[in-house]
Structures are given as structure tokens and as C-alpha cells.
């Protein structure tokens, strides 16, 4: 397309290329952007069926460093930063509107007080987000949005992890539906299958991902992870304690041809601030063992790694 828009121009004389040029600009941007839109669609829609090879980064309640957590803007930072997928907290109000605040209460990202659930969309309306990960920050100008607003943010630009935080699975899927973004949004739960099929009988028709702590799997962890398999997840998430832990699970979520998620959030057996210190000794051991989706409060650094390290994860076609 590009050497066409090249040849076009080519028999134009010299004095007429700037009008030339704008006339093009004028034409291109329209089925150019369309072009675009579609390929990264396809692109991030591969992502999140299966391994294809890449390593997927997941911006913990979005890329909140410099803007709020759970925002549009946070949302839009990774998606200028090229970041995969956002994990996103979504909440419902007093009146059943969904929106996004990863607290019971507005306390800490917000300038003001109470249990989100006791709130009106109206009373969150005249809330500002604090920046960062509030905790006494500054105000912003940012706001709560709604679960639908961020959808549509995101649609056709990035991944969408939904960390529910209501009950309510139906009208969260009622919103994912309307918008029209199934294929681009990813669902979990910590349960056991049966309590996921009581709660959402239509698991099976979404990406899905289980929870999975190594306590709970320590002593039979191929039972655990078969246990999903009527329900065919993506990828499984999986709370390690121990390292040594780790490579254990490579071979049976390799042998499903799904993605290996770990989370390097601080604290955690494999954590954000030594990586950034020192991200062979974090991210760089979590590739060597097959873990291919990073969930991380720091993904411009994890990006940059593995663009670094030319890092890149298997490949597999699910059965």
C-alpha cells in the first residue's frame, strides 16, 4: 500500500507535491486507520486465544503511573505505550451501574468517603481520581469511569483482564455484549469449576482464566489444572509461593496450549522491585521456565526488557 501511495506521487512534478501530498493526506488516513484498526484487532485477538509466541503484558489496574489506577487515562497511557492487556476492577453502584475502582470504598483514590456500593453514580459523578494509586496523592482531573466507558476505550487497542468485584457476572456480560468486545476481553475467577458454571452457565462461550494458588494445588497440581478442562481456559493464573514451584506447572499448561500467567506485583514470590533492579533474576527466569503472560505494575520496564532480550515464548494451535 505504501509503495503504491509512493508510485502515485512519483509522476507528480516537484512544484505540485505539497498539494499533491495534501490531497493524499486528505484520502489515506480513513482506509489506512480501518486497515490498521483491523490488523491490530486480529493481532490482539490472537493474544488472548492461545500462546502465538509472544509474552504477554498485562498492566496491573492499568498504566496508572502518572495518571489514576482503574482510569481512561491509564487505559490510553497503554495503549500509546503498546502495552497488551489492562487488568481492570469493576464494581457496581447503588443504582447498578458498573464502574471501576478496585476498593470497597472511595476512600483512598478519591477526595471522598463511604462504601462504593453504598454510592449513586451521580454521587461518583463529582468525584476526582487522586493520582497514582491515591493513598493521600494529589487530585487529578480524571474521574471514575464507568465499565462501559473503559470498553469502549479499549476496543480494537488493547486487551481487557476483568477482576470482578460484584457478583452481578451477568450484567458485566451484558455490558462486554453490548459493546461488542467478547473477543477482546478476558475473565477469572478463583473457584472451583462447578461454583464458575452455577455463577456464569456460560463460562465455556468466553476466554476464560482460573485463579490458582500453590497451596491449594501443592499436592496434586495436574488434578487441579484438569479439573478446568471442561471449560477449555486460555490461560491459568497462578499464585506462586515458592519458585522452585514453578516449573512444575510448565508441562501441564504447555500440554493444554494455554498461556502460563504469573503475577510480579511487590510482595509476591517473584516481585515488581527486584525486577526492575535486576529483571533477569525475575522476568528473565520466569521466560526460561515457559511463563509467557506477566500481569506487573511496572510493564513500560517489562516491555522494554523484552525488547531488549528479543525475549519470545512458544507457539502452539489449540486442539
Not at 73 to 91: F, K, W
Not at 109 to 136: C, F, I, N, V
Not at 169 to 184: W, Y
Not at 243 to 252: H, I, S
Amino acid at each position: 500500500m505504501r509503495g503504491v501511495f509512493k508510485s502515485a506521487l512519483a509522476s507528480v512534478p516537484r512544484w505540485g507535491m505539497a498539494v499533491a501530498a495534501a490531497i493524499c493526506t486528505s484520502l489515506w488516513p480513513a482506509h489506512a486507520h480501518a486497515e490498521q484498526t483491523q490488523s491490530h484487532r486480529e493481532v490482539l485477538e490472537r493474544h488472548l486465544a492461545g500462546p502465538d509466541g509472544t509474552i504477554m503484558i498485562v498492566a496491573h489496574r492499568a498504566c496508572w503511573i502518572g495518571t489514576s489506577e482503574n482510569s481512561i487515562a491509564a487505559i490510553h497511557a497503554c495503549i500509546t505505550a503498546g502495552i497488551d492487556m489492562v487488568e481492570l476492577d469493576v464494581r457496581m453502584t447503588s443504582d447498578g451501574v458498573l464502574v471501576l475502582m478496585h476498593d470497597a470504598t472511595v476512600d483512598r483514590m478519591t477526595e471522598g468517603t463511604g462504601q462504593l456500593s453504598d454510592l449513586s453514580w451521580a454521587q461518583l459523578q463529582k468525584l476526582h481520581l487522586r493520582a497514582d494509586r491515591g493513598h493521600g496523592t494529589p487530585l487529578t482531573q480524571n474521574r471514575i469511569p464507568t465499565f462501559e466507558d473503559a470498553l469502549r476505550a479499549a476496543k480494537d487497542r488493547i486487551l481487557i483482564n476483568i477482576d470482578a468485584k460484584t457478583d452481578r457476572i451477568e450484567d458485566i456480560l451484558a455490558v462486554v455484549d453490548k459493546v461488542g468486545s467478547r473477543a477482546q476481553v478476558l475473565f477469572k475467577a478463583e473457584a472451583p469449576v462447578d461454583h464458575i458454571r452455577a455463577k456464569a452457565p456460560w463460562i465455556d462461550q468466553v476466554h476464560f482464566q482460573p485463579i490458582i494458588r500453590q497451596p491449594a494445588m501443592q499436592k496434586d497440581p495436574a488434578a487441579i489444572i484438569a479439573s478446568y478442562d471442561t471449560i477449555g481456559p486460555v490461560s491459568y493464573e497462578i499464585d506462586i509461593k515458592d519458585q522452585a514451584f514453578t516449573p512444575v506447572l510448565t508441562p501441564l499448561i504447555d500440554a493444554r496450549c494455554a498461556r502460563y500467567w504469573i503475577d510480579t506485583l511487590a510482595g509476591r514470590a517473584y516481585d515488581d522491585d527486584v525486577a526492575i533492579r535486576d529483571p533477569d533474576r525475575v522476568w528473565g527466569r520466569l521466560f526460561a521456565h515457559g511463563v509467557n503472560a506477566i500481569q506487573t505494575d511496572a510493564p513500560l520496564e517489562l516491555k522494554a526488557y523484552i525488547e531488549r532480550t528479543g525475549a519470545k515464548a512458544r507457539s502452539c494451535s489449540p486442539p
